[in-house]
């Protein structure tokens, strides 16, 4: 096989998986396009950086400085969450595994490595054998249920109004002067919370 077909099959796989963990993987569970080009614009130049170090022969140290470099950027307009950030070092992560398995003919590994990945991205963001709480702070003005005694009337109250899935409440400020309670409710996590 040629050089340049070679090449092009290579930057295919490592496009085509990248892809397939942001559209599939990560597009699913946020519905927002506000990092995509960001994960799949750093996978690809970072793949034709490390292709390019290697055709003039630059040692692999300044390949692990520049891959320093970009996974440690932050932008400084819009700080990134830190989901987004774990989704942005493995898409940076990744074409230099693929080159390295690429340059070693290691193609089996290569695929054993993808749907690992894939994998634990999927059992993480699918948050199988996980039970996530979250919590909200409100201020309550049906001053007469934060009583102890009427605590299971309080949380039917709350979660008729908010829609959640309460699991318990603290009272944390009462304001009898103007009949108000900042409460803190405490509800199961699903998976558009996160």
Known sequence: MSTFLQYLLHFLINFLTAFVIVRFIYYPQ?????FVLTFLGFNTIIFIL?????SIELSMGVGFGL???FSILRYRTDPMPSRE?????????????????????AYLELGLTTVLIGLVLIFLEKGWGFHFTSSKSITYEKIDLIHAAHQKELITDLEERTGLDIRYVDINKINFLNDTAEIKVYYDET???R
Do not use: C, E, H
Not at 30 to 34: C, P, T, V, Y
Not at 50 to 54: D, H, I, K, L, Q
Not at 91 to 103: D, E, G, Q, R, W
């Open 30 to 34: 946020r519905g927002s396009q506000k």
């Open 67 to 69: 891959f320093a470099i």
């Open 50 to 54: 490390f292709n390019y170090m290697a």
């Open 85 to 105: 950030m774990t989704y942005l070092f493995i898409l940076t992560a990744l074409p230099m595994i693929n080159y390295v398995m690429f340059s070693q003919n």
């Open 191 to 193: 998976r558009n919370d």
